[in-house]
């Protein structure tokens, strides 16, 4: 049973709202795509998972998608799972990764090598991450005073273009990656191994904590990446021919392009006002935003998506929710 679906990551979301929205010959626009481009491979790969993890039988398991967890008390450094399989017996933690190209697990340097059309790349060796994190949860676990179930980790490939090859001493790590159609004859196997440890209530325990302590990753790209709040270009799209800005005729968005009408085109506008700058705003901000002259017709259009404003009238301001 699934009991945290998987979702689009946020910074996915960001990273798509500012390559739609920055100036045009912007010098982090190839940064910014080639990072879009990875993180859109990594969703991807997790995504494809799900075929492979409906084989589980549903009243056996609990899994838990994109899981990030506080590493300490204080909530000041977290770690993150792919995918967190629990089973009465065990756990299993789940890196994916969804490569093309050939794959070199290297025991010497602990990386992993890609090569693809002729160009390296290097990453950190899979194993030793997804080892990492079985290592935080155990923690983790202790900490919130949960019952101890033994725990594998495993490297799922995803990608069935790699080719793998591993270093002559890779050794007993090997055993850890696997190509996602294994996977579920792999977490069964499991099973052979181990006696029933959780009750019903312990898993309810389980999922209660998990779900409680879970906290999304919210980077801020912008500062990440240096791109000041001028490079973010302003107004609303056509859902049509996606010139911007359109401007507002009577209730009505209007192309000044295509000539097309839309009545809620400032809905992307406004969801991506949140997830680039991720701030309260005032009316006026928001208003210079999407190129509206009237007050109110911007309180209309914000109370119209359940938007409302918190603080005095004359200081008030919206708390934009994050799209999912």
Partial sequence: MIKKPRTKPLKLLKLDS?????VHNHLK???????????????RGEVALNYYLHDL????????????????KE?????????????????????????????????????????KNGVDETFPDPVNQVQQQKSYLESWLKRNQLPKI???????????????????HYGKKAAHIIRAK???????????????????KDHSKFTTKLLKQHEKHNPDVLKTH???????????????????????ERSTWVCSRCYGKSNDAHIRAIQDYALIFDEPVKN??????????????????LKSMNITPSGPTNSATYQLPIPE
């Avoid at 500012?18 to 920055?22: K, N, P, V």
């Avoid at 996977?183 to 006696?195: A, E, I, R, S």
């Avoid at 006026?284 to 259009?301: G, P, Q, V, Y």
């Fill in 150 to 168: 033994p725990l594998h980790s495993l490297v799922v490939l995803t990608n069935p273009k790699s080719f793998i090859t591993l270093s002559p």
């Fill in 226 to 248: 240096n791109i000041k709040k001028t490079d973010i270009i302003t107004g609303v799209f056509c859902p049509d021919c996606n010139h911007v800005p359109m401007h507002r």
């Fill in 284 to 301: 006026k901000a928001l208003r210079r935003f999407l190129h509206i002259d009237s007050s109110t017709c911007m309180k209309n259009l």
């Fill in 75 to 115: 909530k000041k450094y977290y770690f993150q799972i792919d995918c967190l399989i629990l089973h009465s017996s065990f756990g299993v933690l789940l890196e994916v990764k969804n490569l093309s190209g050939d794959l070199y697990f290297d025991h010497h340097f602990d990386q992993m090598k890609r090569t």
């Fill in 57 to 72: 039988d549903e009243n056996s398991y609990l899994i838990f998608h994109d899981l990030r967890l506080p590493r300490d």
């Fill in 182 to 200: 294994g996977l579920v004859n792999k977490v069964q196997d499991f099973t052979t191994f181990h006696q029933e440890i959780l009750s019903k």
């Fill in 18 to 22: 500012i390559l739609q929205r920055l």
């Fill in 29 to 43: 626009y190839g940064e910014l795509q080639i990072e879009f481009a990875r993180y859109s491979a990594g969703y």
